[in-house]
């Protein structure tokens, strides 16, 4: 049986352990009160300030959609959900963590992998927000586009040999079949998107009409025919311009993108590229 002064020691020293535990998360609370880096502390960890301000910008957009669609959506309660959102997120990166999850070779894989996108994706926004498409180039765009603006769904021959394609097309037009089993029906394409010289045979045909000759593609002889069509009139400047500026601007950033690639060193294992994985 223990002594009473003996319990009165014991009992005394857990008052001072508890004591102590208590001052030193009030000491943390007041230091995280204090620091204005620092949104909150998870386990001692510190969260700084700024990735809170991150994770609520990123969500910018959202809330302001959420906000302009919804009279009941609460801004302040918006905040308070990004917060316990972080917060969450490092408690599950420490449970991870503790596991041992990012000692794992796919762990460290896929990190590393969203890294390199991220910073691939930051670039890309750098380089975008770097591309200047003034006035002039947005009206030269808008007065090169033809009056009307059409769409069209095709059917499609295909042959190497052009003796054939030309033989094969007479009996198209008479109506008759034809053995030729290489055909694909596309979907809808706008006029902007089919290469010049096919536009140029196309546009004036109506539904069901074949364009006059056969056209030499990716080394096919092709056989077109019109299946739809749908001619939209031309927007005015003002409709337009956004939308141009917009297409000038993807147009700046893929040549940007591929001199890029061209500029790199880079060489492939074609014995691995090809390679199926397991």
Do not use: C
Request: hydrophobic share 40%.
């Amino acid at each position: 049986m223990k002594s009473p002064l003996l319990m009165l020691f014991f009992a005394s020293l857990v008052m001072s352990v508890g004591t102590t535990h208590a001052q030193e998360d009030l000491s943390r609370s007041k230091a995280v009160e204090n620091d204005p880096d620092v949104f909150a502390t998870v386990n001692g960890t510190p969260l700084g300030l700024n990735l809170y301000h991150f994770l609520l910008g990123s969500r910018e957009q959202e809330s302001l959609e959420r906000q302009a669609q919804d009279e009941g959506f609460d801004a302040a309660m918006n905040r308070q959900q990004t917060a316990k959102d972080l917060v969450m997120t490092e408690v599950l990166a420490q449970q991870a963590t503790r596991l041992g999850m990012h000692e794992t070779e796919l762990v460290k894989v896929e990190m590393a992998m969203a890294e390199k996108t991220l910073l691939a994706q930051l670039f890309v926004k750098q380089l975008m927000d770097s591309i200047e498409i003034d006035e002039a180039e947005i009206r030269k765009y808008y007065e090169q586009q033809q009056q009307d603006q059409a769409m069209y769904r095709f059917m499609i021959w295909r042959t190497p040999e052009e003796a054939k394609a030309r033989t094969v097309l007479k009996a198209l037009k008479a109506g008759r079949e034809v053995n030729l089993s290489d055909v694909i029906e596309t979907p809808w394409l706008r006029d902007v998107d089919i290469a010049p010289e096919v536009n140029a045979l196309v546009r004036g045909l109506a539904p069901n009409d074949f364009a006059e000759r056969p056209v030499f593609q990716d080394g096919f002889w092709k056989l077109v025919q019109v299946i739809d069509k749908n001619v939209m009139a031309k927007q005015s400047y003002d409709e337009e311009r956004e939308i141009i500026k917009a297409e000038l601007a993807r147009l700046k950033l893929d040549e940007k993108l591929e001199s890029l690639a061209e500029q790199a060193s880079i060489v492939f294992n074609e014995q691995r590229v090809s390679q199926q994985v397991n």
